[in-house]
């Protein structure tokens, strides 16, 4: 009959050994809050950490007693409230985006690693598919690829004009291949931007927007494919492709991070679940869509200036390893658990 009271005591116990060190946290947080960090004496200034980090501790091994929810949302509120009086108010804009770039956006990735995994599997199956049904049928690649994408790039169009679009310099071909360039860019980035906004509606639209992409990918391959042109055209796409594709794929990644928050909360509630993951897949997302960035320079200047089919590989070799280095190694010399 005693097992019952157990968690109680052990929750009790707990409360009445660290209280007093929230309470003296909260003081101080509040009156930096009202009067500024400069108002704090020098002792209480050196505390400040020192309390902030206990109270960290606290709120972990908080969740991890599945103490009482108010107690839990106490210590959530005054770890943040403490976070931007330690860390936020001595940071400068120049300070965070360096601190975004350097640790926070690879540390998302890395924590995200499973998401970010099935996103690209569900691409890569799209991509596959794409490619069996209109090598089958070339038919198929009307339904999978839309005219105005295409740009004349259809089955129907002769394997010369094909080419053509890939190496001739002339005018007329160099303003198809920027037309045909800048739809491909324009949506992929929008597959990637709902892949990620639609992630609340149980990551439904999120893997069926990635297949999609996958298929549209998949098509243009089996076109080329089909006339002899797909280690021209990979090296063409691979430019940008490797940036832009991998940013898809954390956007359909972070669109899946919220997918997991509301199918499995943990002790959590759902909206409690969700504010506290849509965090790291925000800062997903404006990772990826600095790639996207990035990946549109790419395509607007290097790949329309090199025309050598070798040159095309080297920079679309150099850019995925740089991405895969900076995504496993970025920010893994500094602690990860400040967060």
């Not at 770890?79 to 009086?85: E, N």
Request: proline share 3%; net charge neutral.
């Amino acid at each position: 009959m005693s097992v019952p009271l157990k968690s109680p005591l052990k929750s009790f116990e707990f409360r009445r050994e660290r209280e007093k060190t929230w309470r003296e946290l909260e003081d101080l947080v509040s009156r930096a809050e009202r009067r500024g960090l400069k108002s704090l004496p020098a002792d209480d200034l050196l505390r400040l950490p020192t309390l902030y980090r206990a109270t960290l501790s606290s709120l972990s091994v908080a969740r991890s007693i599945s103490l009482d929810q108010n107690v839990l949302n106490y210590l959530e509120s005054l770890s943040a409230r403490a976070y931007f009086q330690v860390y936020g108010a001595r940071s400068s804009l120049l300070e965070g985006i360096g601190y975004f770039l350097r640790r926070g956006f690879p540390g998302a990735v890395r924590a995200a690693l499973w998401p970010n995994l099935l996103s690209a599997l569900w691409m890569t199956l799209g991509a596959v598919i794409g490619f069996l049904l209109v090598e089958a049928n070339a038919d198929w690649y009307y339904s999978f690829v839309g005219t105005g994408m295409a740009g004349g790039r259809s089955p129907a169009a002769s394997t010369d004009f094909l080419r053509e679009g890939l190496y001739d310099g002339a005018d007329s071909a160099a303003d198809m291949l920027f037309h045909f360039a800048t739809s491909l860019f324009s949506h992929n980035s929008a597959i990637g931007i709902f892949a990620f906004a639609l992630g609340f509606a149980l990551g439904v639209p999120t893997v069926l927007l990635l297949f999609y992409n996958g298929l549209t990918l998949g098509a243009f391959l089996a076109l080329y494919d089909s006339r002899g042109l797909t280690w021209d055209l990979v090296g063409w796409l691979s430019v940008h492709g490797t940036t832009e594709l991998l940013a898809i794929v954390l956007c359909g990644g972070g669109g899946l991070v919220l997918a997991g928050a509301i199918i499995f909360p943990d002790r959590e509630t759902r909206l409690e679940s969700l504010a506290r993951r849509g965090r790291a897949a925000g800062t997903l997302i404006m990772g990826a869509v600095l790639m996207l960035f990035v990946a549109g320079f790419l395509e607007g200047f290097a790949r329309q200036l090199v025309t050598d089919v070798t040159s095309r590989y080297v920079i679309g070799g150099a850019m995925l390893a740089f991405w895969l280095t900076y995504f496993a190694l970025g920010g893994r010399d500094e602690q990860d658990g400040d967060d």
